[in-house]
Nanobody
Framework: QVQLVESGGGLVQPGGSLRLSCAGS????????MGWFRQAPGKEREFVAG????????RYVDSVKGRFTISRDNAKNTVYLQMNSLKPEDTAVYYC???????????????????WGQGTQVTVSS
């Protein structure tokens, strides 16, 4: 059974940090490009960060550039999202996703991803 399982979410104060993890089971993540998305209440799911299969290329939404870092450890079958300098507007459910589009740059549309995790809640509040 193919599964992506996110962990690491929680409640953090503004300016704080969290590291999200996404572990794959039932398949090998290094066969896929990976992405992180988020969805706040009443809003559409949006692309946050993505990384190519090799890890050689990454892409971020403008609002998180310089604060978030996506990385992957293929030996551990895990993808990470390091989130620093968190802001209240980062509050959302965060999802990881796997894409079998391996040529070209990082893809950013939800329709370009084949597998999704169940999400982990991140709340930034004082």
């Amino acid at each position: 059974q193919v599964q992506l399982v996110e962990s690491g979410g929680g409640l953090v104060q503004p300016g704080g940090s969290l590291r999200l993890s996404c572990a794959g089971s039932g398949f090998t993540l290094d066969d896929y490009a990976m992405g992180w998305f988020r969805q706040a209440p009443g809003k559409e799911r949006e692309f946050v960060a993505g990384i190519t299969r090799s890890g050689g290329d990454t892409r971020y939404v403008d609002s998180v550039k310089g604060r978030f870092t996506i990385s992957r450890d293929n030996a551990k079958n895990t993808v990470y999202l390091q989130m620093n300098s968190l802001k209240p507007e980062d509050t959302a459910v965060y999802y990881c996703a796997a894409s079998n589009i391996l040529l070209g740059p990082v893809v950013t549309l939800t329709t370009q991803y084949n597998y999704w995790g169940q999400g982990t809640q991140v709340t930034v509040s004082s």
